[in-house]
């Protein structure tokens, strides 16, 4: 990472074992874990009609050009994260990195 404050403190978290405590409880309480692409722009996308726009991280609230559509730019990318799995084929990947079937009920 480019910012070494930022590196330090991400490294001294231990990303890597809260996966695997997640991994663990996943395993233990039978709930669906999704580990959505670092890449996948959700607060850059409109939860209504899909438009993608850039947005500076500064900017709060998600005015979407396409539908006129304004939230909060968090909630909007909570909308986004939600309805992932749908997009993508019906499979999920737990904290194992492995690739299953989407439960849903």
């Given at each position: 990472?480019?910012?070494?404050?930022?590196?330090?403190?991400l490294?001294?978290?231990?990303?890597?074992?809260?996966?695997?405590?997640?991994?663990?409880?996943?395993?233990?309480?039978?709930?669906?874990?999704?580990?959505?692409?670092?890449?996948?722009?959700?607060?850059?996308?409109?939860?209504?009609?899909?438009?993608?726009?850039?947005?500076p991280?500064?900017?709060?609230?998600?005015?979407?050009?396409n539908?006129?559509?304004v939230?909060?730019?968090?909630?909007?990318?909570?909308?986004?994260?939600?309805?992932?799995?749908?997009?993508?084929?019906?499979?999920s990947?737990?904290?194992?990195?492995?690739?299953?079937?989407?439960?849903?009920?």
């Amino acid at each position: 990472m480019a910012n070494h404050k930022l590196s330090d403190a991400l490294s001294n978290l231990g990303l890597y074992r809260f996966r695997e405590l997640l991994s663990y409880k996943q395993e233990c309480f039978g709930f669906l874990l999704t580990i959505v692409d670092r890449w996948f722009p959700s607060s850059k996308t409109c939860s209504v009609c899909g438009n993608i726009q850039d947005m500076p991280l500064s900017e709060r609230v998600y005015h979407c050009q396409n539908c006129g559509q304004v939230m909060d730019r968090d909630l909007n990318a909570s909308i986004n994260l939600e309805s992932w799995t749908s997009n993508a084929d019906g499979l999920s990947v737990n904290a194992c990195g492995q690739e299953g079937a989407v439960s849903l009920g």
